[in-house]
């Protein structure tokens, strides 16, 4: 599986923006896809998920509100739209594939792609 994360940019304090992720290799609807992020000096850490086929999705309390996973399976895509962004929200995002449908807090993700830099200016 080859994941290409892209959408970031520089956004003021309150804006949105739309990360993308591309999927090519096993079938695209056989697994589920999660969004994380890592901070200069942090940790990487879960934003959000989707299942297979788009039905479930999962997020992290700090975004809860303000972003939203979707995916079109048809085009191999995961989207991930981020609104009332903060500066806090700065990071390097990543998406990454699950082996399973649904997304596990217990079994990390499998394949990761290369990240995309969202910076969030105040």
């Known amino acids: 599986v080859q994941l290409q994360a892209s959408g970031g940019g520089l956004v003021e304090a309150g804006g949105s923006l739309t990360l993308s992720c591309v999927a090519s290799?096993?079938?695209?609807?056989?697994?589920?896809i999660g969004w994380f992020r890592q901070a200069p000096g942090r940790k990487r850490e879960f934003v959000a998920a989707v299942s297979w086929s788009g039905a479930s999705t999962n997020y992290a309390d700090s975004v809860k509100g303000r972003f939203t996973v979707s995916r079109d399976n048809a085009k191999t895509t995961v989207n991930l739209q981020m609104n009332s962004l903060k500066p806090e929200d700065t990071a390097i995002y990543y998406c990454a594939g699950y082996i399973q449908r649904y997304y596990s807090n217990i079994d990390p993700p499998r394949y990761w792609g290369q990240g995309t830099q969202v910076t969030v200016s105040s």
């Open positions: 290799g096993r079938t695209f609807s056989s697994y589920a």
